[in-house]
């Protein structure tokens, strides 16, 4: 909601018609960026300390803030930053709208930074960060243009991210390998996961072997193939000698340096999984081949623009198909299994397709129990015909079921090994902790989870605005909700209306309350005597006085970020 914009541009960058804004909205504002600054580290401050890397086109720069302005004009909501190098240039620009900001706040769980536009010169400095909903669809959280790329404005980038979050940080990110990328997020997000993309890494490999490789489109199929369509650690590791054998790629560096690392960035290993849709398909690589062709850097930023509007209409509007289709029909089970008919109940049919695959998958697993402590029991499992094996540890004291492959902890389902030792045991429904509410079919409904208290931790002083935040994030939610709807809009205005009024009576009638006390407090320190009578004189009656406005200036004090906003 907040609007952290350090606009401060030279006249020859500046658009001539900017739009009047709201002194209201320009009081908040002003507001928000100085309670922001008192977290801010001085590295954070907005400007670089160099020149950027690559320059804008004349005239860019103003086409690009009058935009922002004219967004935020209509949308208060909408939120911007603007980083400056040390010649008082724009930078890097970040934004994002007010449907953003909600979607995060619901899954924003797991987060992929495309970054594919970064280095082309060919292209717009463009990147995005990358979210699923609970339809297995798409969504965009934020963008950014970034004309400088160094640590500092990566570092810039997480933190801006987090500003326009709220301070909610995702359990995982997936990003490209580059080094500058690596530190950036191990300095700004260092209690996140941090995984390679797979899609990324695929990109980056082609463009290293562009050279080498004579037979390019061939080769991109084989490695696309090679780490995409396999679900076993032994098939994928033959396919990849495979391709090496085929293309005389055995000595390569890069690949060698690949196969390495290979845990981080392979499909099979699990890491990858949450953006890999039941076709094999990455979700950010098809939503970032949508805004390719308008990302030219000859083409006219706001032709981007309009069509990166286009693009987020779409994909909201393939999400509320989604969910009348799911109202309207049931998924297709398998088998009269209750374990199915309960999931599918309660999943989205994107989620419960996931779910149902590995119900399948798990009719072919073996399990052998090996080992019995008390609660715990502990069973090889592995698929039937397979050499692989993991290890399952259930505690049936609360019916705990933890796999090695770790499915569950990367993607949110419960992988077949577990569910095959679940059926093994007799529980023939998912236990509650092992449905999340990101893949079930209200997680809109309702008010998402916040982690986030990093900035009240850094800065006491600001509980009053975190409070802020928060009851914005449910006032947005309820927004972006009620507008679908005439009905909707009407009851919760008037819903609105009923607590605006409740509130001002719990405001007021702490402020009588702390008069009270106060005069308690007056009247306690009087001389202690039946025989005394108290005489206030005017002095007297004006330090009482004194007394109460000074109590009700705090009290005015703590609620002044409230009345601003």
Not at 40 to 45: A, E, R
Not at 455 to 466: G, M
Request: hydrophobic share 35%.
């Amino acid at each position: 909601m907040k609007d952290l914009c350090f606009v401060h541009v030279p006249e020859t960058e500046q658009p001539n018609n900017l739009e009047t804004q709201n002194p209201a909205f320009d009081l908040t504002s002003k507001i928000l960026v100085r309670e922001s600054l008192e977290c801010l580290p001085m590295d954070y401050f907005n400007h670089l300390r160099s020149e950027r890397v690559r320059d804008m086109k004349e005239g860019e720069a103003g086409c690009l803030l009058h935009y922002f302005q004219r967004q935020h004009f209509e949308n208060p909501s909408f939120f911007y930053a603007i980083l400056l190098d040390i010649n008082d240039k724009v930078s890097n620009i970040f934004w994002a709208d007010d449907n953003m900001v909600v979607d995060y706040n619901y899954f924003g769980d797991v987060v992929l930074l495309d970054m594919r536009f970064r280095t082309n010169k060919d292209y717009k400095p463009f990147v995005q960060f990358i979210g699923v909903n609970h339809h297995n669809q798409a969504l965009i959280f934020s963008a950014a243009l970034l004309y400088d790329d160094t640590v500092e404005s990566l570092k810039w980038l997480f933190h801006t991210f987090l500003e326009a979050m709220s301070g909610k940080k995702p359990k995982v990110i997936l990003t490209d390998q580059d080094a500058t990328v690596v530190e950036a997020v191990g300095s700004i997000l260092p209690e996140t996961g941090h995984h390679i993309c797979v899609y990324q890494m695929h990109q980056n490999t082609l463009k290293h072997l562009s050279d080498i490789v004579k037979d390019a489109d061939a080769f991109s199929n084989d490695f696309r193939s090679c780490i995409y369509d396999h679900n076993d650690e032994d098939d994928f590791i033959h396919a990849w000698e495979a391709m090496l054998d085929k293309y005389n790629l055995k000595q390569n560096e890069w690949l060698r340096w690949m196969y390495r690392e290979k845990e981080k960035w392979a499909v099979v290993y699990g890491k990858n999984r949450f953006f890999i849709d039941m076709k094999c398909s990455h979700l950010g690589e098809s939503l970032s081949n949508k805004l390719r062709s308008y990302l030219n850097d000859g083409q006219d930023v706001l032709q981007f623009f309009k069509h990166f509007e286009r693009v987020m209409d779409e994909q909201r509007h393939k999400e509320i198909k989604a969910t009348h289709k799911m109202s309207h029909c049931k998924p297709e089970l398998m088998g009269n299994v209750i374990l199915l008919k309960h999931a599918s109940e309660i999943y989205t049919p994107k989620a419960f397709e996931v779910f149902q695959h590995e119900y399948e998958e798990c009719l072919n697993v073996v399990a052998n129990q090996c080992s019995q402590n008390g609660y715990l029991s502990e069973y090889k499992v592995n698929t039937f015909g397979k050499s692989q094996e993991y290890i399952v540890t259930f505690d049936s004291s609360d019916d705990l079921v933890i796999c090695s492959c770790m499915k569950f902890e990367y993607v949110g389902f419960l992988c077949s090994h577990a569910l095959r030792v679940l059926d093994h045991r007799n529980i023939k429904v998912v236990p509650s902790r092992y449905i999340l509410k990101r893949w079930m079919k209200d997680a809109r409904i309702g008010c998402a989870q916040d982690d986030s208290d990093f900035i009240i931790q850094e800065n006491p002083k600001l509980v009053a605005a975190s409070r802020y935040r928060d009851m914005c994030r449910s006032i947005l939610n309820l927004s972006a909700r009620a507008a679908e709807s005439y009905d909707a809009f009407h009851f919760a205005s008037g819903q609105l209306n009923e607590t605006i009024e409740g509130v001002e009576k719990i405001l007021a009638q702490k402020a009588e309350d702390a008069q009270v006390i106060a005069s308690s407090s007056s009247a306690a320190t009087a001389p202690d005597s039946e025989n005394v009578e108290i005489f206030l004189d005017g002095n007297a009656i004006d330090d009482q006085e004194k007394s109460c406005r000074t109590q009700s200036k705090k009290e005015n004090e703590a609620t002044e970020p409230h009345r601003h906003k």
